[in-house]
């Protein structure tokens, strides 16, 4: 009977690891190999597959995997092995395009013929831009809300007059020529108003690009500003693309596409996160907290990132024991 109870428990034991492995498997194998890699560092390559690309991007699936491809190449130049490899499914890490409002402000800019690079110059031309704008829309908004105010006032006075002939059940034609005449008014009042809602909505949804694109210049060029609080702008720092692992899975987000030069150094910073490369110090480095640089290169705080991130965990126990020991003498 104890046999029968023992084998009916791992019967019941192997089904239940059956089931979770047949329910997480991509989330079982994704922790395997982060493991992996992580105890032996770039001796397989870190497979990728092209996720979600908005079409707002307007970036080929073709184009985009020629830009990882460049991103990949001045990695693996400078380790002088393959560190990358497309997969198209079960890749360790899914790159994607997501479109948000700040890639919508930069294009809305864009659209306009406004300079909208990371350059002080940039920044000076847009604040002109917003406060020019925002003076002259200020009294327009409050010259509308009353415009609005008193087409309300005439059309409750209209309503109230209908109201009354209805009331009686008959209006003289006299009457209903004069009623005719304020209805008329009535509607092309309302067409004005109308109108002049879509100008001033318009400025409105350019305020916010404009503020959206200063607040990211202000971060990125580290200006003494305060970040323009309106609301239906973005606030904050403007991340241009993250390196995620969320629940055992990986994956490239990119929210930035301000041309190919600036598109594949983006790519290539996530990619070194994909390799365990934390941030750098060197302002023009690769691996620079923020996107700066206009080179597609390694600087001497990449490569040293590179070495250690490449190193095993027995190299660099050894080497930092080794270091500790030298220091003492």
Not at 141 to 159: H, I, S, T, V
Not at 247 to 272: C, N, Q, S, Y
Request: proline share 4%; aromatic share 8%.
């Amino acid at each position: 009977m104890r046999k029968l109870i023992l084998w009916m428990l791992l019967i019941l034991l192997l089904g239940v690891a059956a089931f979770q492995w047949h329910t997480h498997k991509a989330l079982y194998r994704s922790a395997a190999r982060i493991a992996k890699q992580r105890a032996f560092p770039c001796s397989a390559p870190v497979t990728y597959a092209i996720g979600a690309i908005d079409p707002a991007f307007g970036v080929p699936p073709e184009e985009f995997l020629a830009y990882l491809k460049e991103a990949e190449a001045v990695w693996e130049a400078a380790a002088g092995r393959d560190l990358f490899a497309l997969v198209p499914s079960s890749a360790d890490v899914t790159v994607n395009m997501v479109y948000d409002k700040r890639q919508a402000a930069l294009d809305k800019l864009k659209g306009l013929g406004l300079m909208t690079d990371q350059s002080l110059a940039a920044y000076k031309l847009l604040k002109e831009r917003y406060d020019g704008l925002s003076a002259e829309l200020d009294p327009r908004q409050a010259a509308l809300a009353a415009r609005l105010a008193d087409y309300k006032k005439g059309e409750a006075e209209y309503n109230g007059i209908v109201a009354v002939y209805n009331q009686r059940g008959a209006a003289t034609q006299r009457q209903l020529a004069k009623l005719g005449i304020a209805k008329s008014a009535l509607e092309r009042e309302f067409s004005v108003i109308k109108r002049q809602e879509r100008d001033v909505n318009s400025d409105i949804d350019l305020l916010n690009a404009l503020a959206t694109t200063l607040n990211q210049l202000i971060v990125e060029l580290s200006l003494n500003a305060e970040q323009y609080k309106r609301e239906g702008s973005a606030l904050g720092v403007y991340e241009e693309g993250l390196y995620i692992v969320e629940g055992g899975l990986r994956r490239i987000d990119i929210f930035k596409h301000a041309g190919r030069p600036h598109l594949v150094r983006l790519l290539a910073h996530e990619l070194g996160h994909a390799l365990n490369i934390d941030h750098v110090p060197g302002p023009e480095s690769l691996m620079y907290p923020m996107n700066r640089g206009v080179v597609l290169a390694l600087f001497p705080d990449d490569l040293a990132a590179l070495e250690r991130a490449c190193a095993s965990p027995v190299k660099r126990t050894l080497r930092a024991k080794l270091g500790a020991f030298f220091a003492k003498k």
